[in-house]
């Protein structure tokens, strides 16, 4: 009994830490998703509270709007906040990645975590609406640097979930290899012929995908934009370009399965 | 029936030249016709009510079983589509090679279909990471 005590723990503890795994990423969701319906209510009050001051122009009506400006900044930076929150998450979860690549957007993560944070110091210190639109546009004028960081780590925990199946598709390549040369004298001549004209299609279809994901990575770290719409354009030029190399994939697993079905029948 | 005396002609003596009758003088009675001999009548007793509402019914039924019958023996028609009843593809029966049951063409099988299936599954676009899109400049009047 004492010899699988130490196990037990082993398991319990990697089933807890699978557990926290999993609940720090949905957890990361849910509070981005409290987060967002709180900005949500924040950003209808300043808008109502501004729309008043700019009717009457009474002193009240512009210390609401201040008061509703500040909590409203307040909550836009601690949305932002909880999204980079999410995504360094999904890094963290992310099997594809290879550590410096994660090491590397979470870093960028991590610096846009700090700028939010010294935004949100300021709002305090905030005495009147000018003082209120200088502390947004700092954030406005940092916004596009943000939004491309921000978007980079989207691609790459895409490019890492594509990564993590090419890894079984090299896996699933290998073992078809060593199946095959294992039988090579009980398969017919023909058949042989066919199987390795089959896997030189497989091995076809993973180069493919390979020059494509390294087009990817390079478009994304030369995403420049200078403005939101044609940041929106790349990144769209990216996400279809990942569709491609996901279909790639695709097909040479298709293929796979058909040289599993030769291999499976005689006739 | 009631015998009826029919008037004879008797036989009358030669009239004489000078004693010839009078047109007045002769009594000549037009002919009774003869009344036609009654039809012999059968029986009139009423038809009782109730038979011809029976008969009636038996020949409504009859009439209606003949008009039903042809949609009750119809057997309802399906659409079909005529190309596509060919006759059936004999499937081939293929032999399974030694291969098939070795343990690293299992594991082989398995870890394809698997990765078939994730592959397919995966969406590209999480929609749980979709950025927030917001609305940045206060817009006060300076």
């Known amino acids: ?47 109502i ?18 008061d509703k400006t500040k909590v409203m900044l307040g909550a836009r930076n601690t949305l932002l906040q909880s999204y980079l929150t999410l995504l360094n998450e999904k890094l963290n979860e992310n099997t594809g990645l290879a550590p410096s690549e994660k090491n590397l957007y979470q870093s960028l993560i991590a610096n846009e975590i700090t700028f939010l944070d010294s935004q949100t110091q300021l709002i305090p210190s905030v005495g009147s609406l000018g003082d209120a639109q200088s502390v947004s546009s700092k954030l406005e004028s940092h916004y596009s640097i ?29 073992d078809a290899l060593s199946l095959i040369n294992a039988n090579r004298s009980i398969l017919s001549s023909d058949k042989q012929s066919v199987i390795d004209r089959w896997m030189l299609q497989v091995a076809n279809k993973r180069s493919i995908y390979q020059q494509k994901v390294d087009a990817i990575q390079s ?5 420049k934009a200078t403005s939101a719409d044609e940041l929106e354009r790349q990144v769209a030029k990216i996400q279809k370009d990942i569709g491609e190399a996901k279909q790639y994939l695709s097909e040479g697993s298709a293929f796979l399965g058909e040289l599993a079905n030769a291999l499976r029948y005689d006739n | 029936m009631s015998e009826q005396q029919v008037p004879s002609i008797q036989p009358q003596e030669p009239i004489a030249q000078g004693n010839a009758p009078q047109v007045s003088d002769v009594q000549t009675e037009p002919p009774v016709p ?12 009423p038809v009782p009510v ?11 039924s009859a009439v209606l079983f003949a008009i039903t019958q042809p949609l009750r023996t119809a057997k309802p028609v399906t659409p079909s589509d005529k190309t596509n009843q060919t006759a059936p593809t004999p499937t081939p029966i293929r032999n399974l090679s030694t291969i098939a049951t070795q343990s690293a063409f299992v594991t082989f ?26 609305s940045l400049p206060l817009g006060f009047a300076q």
């Open chain 2, 109 to 134: 099988d398995q870890s394809v279909a698997s990765l078939s299936g994730v592959i397919r599954a995966y969406n590209i676009q999480d929609p749980s990471l979709s950025p927030p899109v917001l």
């Open chain 1, 219 to 223: 478009a994304s770290t030369q995403l």
């Open chain 2, 50 to 60: 109730w038979l011809i509402g029976l008969v009636a019914i038996v020949l409504g």
């Open chain 1, 146 to 174: 943000l939004q491309i960081s921000v978007r980079q780590a989207i691609i790459a925990i895409s490019m890492g979930d594509l990564a993590s199946f090419a890894a079984s598709y090299d896996t699933a390549t290998h």
């Open chain 1, 49 to 66: 509270a501004k729309n008043e001051y700019e009717k009457f122009q009474t002193l009240t009506s512009q210390t609401t709007a201040l």
């Open chain 2, 34 to 45: 003869e009344p036609a001999p009654p039809i012999p009548q059968p029986d009139k007793r």
């Open chain 1, 1 to 47: 009994m004492r010899k699988f005590l130490p196990w037990v723990f082993v398991l319990l503890f990697t089933f807890l830490g699978v557990t926290v795994v999993r609940a720090s990423s949905t957890q990361a969701y849910q509070d981005y998703l409290y987060q967002f319906n709180t900005y949500r209510s924040t950003y209808n009050e300043f808008k």
